[in-house]
């Protein structure tokens, strides 16, 4: 079956540190897998993507992700963090060859200034 | 361009009452999502549709029903709500080709 991991309920870094939000999956075949970023009483906004290629993935506000096809992972990292990073992070595969999307339980980001 | 809308943004329902959630998309997607945010369980996906006139179940459809009789909309409804069902309701869309998911504000349900 497709699942999605967040080891990380919470992850806590200084403003101007590098971030990391961990991210393994498990699915058959090709992955498509995503990062969306939830601020308080909003909707998901996507973040980045990957779907094939180049394994550093780039994506909004200066995040990028890893895939890692052998550790089948998928780090969210930025290289310098902002207080208005805080937020919760969810990772997502989609379902094999459906439509449907799995996503994991989330990471919520504190940056502390 | 108002993206995805959801109607109401609040609702408070006494155990057996019923209601429908409506999320509207100005983006002419085919794709259209229901799924229920829960502490610590992250997003699940209660019923999808693949286009107008489609729907199928998700990860958590029990107590739900829905309906896209629009292209632009689809509809998320309780026929005898539970407090169960005590959740933020997010609707999601997306185009064709496209993979990724354009999300609306969320509804917040509480029922008592």
């Known amino acids: 079956a497709q699942s999605v991991a967040q080891p990380e309920d919470q992850v806590n870094v200084a403003e101007g540190n590098p971030l990391t939000v961990k991210c393994t999956y498990s699915v058959s075949g090709n992955p498509y897998l995503f990062w969306y970023v939830q601020y308080p009483n909003r909707g998901l906004q996507f973040l980045l993507k990957y779907i094939t290629g180049d394994n550093l993935v780039k994506g909004s506000y200066g995040f990028e992700a890893e895939f890692n096809k052998s550790q089948t992972s998928f780090h969210l990292k930025k290289p310098s963090a902002l207080v208005s990073d805080s937020a919760l992070y969810f990772c997502a595969v989609r379902d094999g060859g459906t439509y449907k999307y799995i996503f994991g339980t989330g990471t919520r980001l504190k940056v502390l200034a | 361009n108002a993206g995805v809308t959801q109607t109401p943004k609040f609702r408070v329902l006494k155990t057996g009452q019923s209601m429908t959630l409506l999320c509207a998309q100005d983006m002419n997607h085919e794709y259209m999502y229901w799924y229920r945010q829960d502490p610590g369980m992250g997003l699940r996906l209660i019923h999808y549709s693949v286009g107008e006139g489609t729907t199928a179940k998700g990860e958590v459809p029990d107590g739900y029903n829905v309906s896209r009789l629009k292209k632009q909309n689809f509809l998320l409804g309780l026929e005898s709500a539970a407090p169960s069902q005590t959740s933020v309701y997010f609707c999601?869309?997306?185009?064709?080709?496209?993979?990724?998911?354009?999300f609306g504000p969320g509804t917040r349900l509480t029922v008592t």
């Open positions: 999601a869309s997306k185009e064709t080709v496209v993979p990724e998911q354009y």
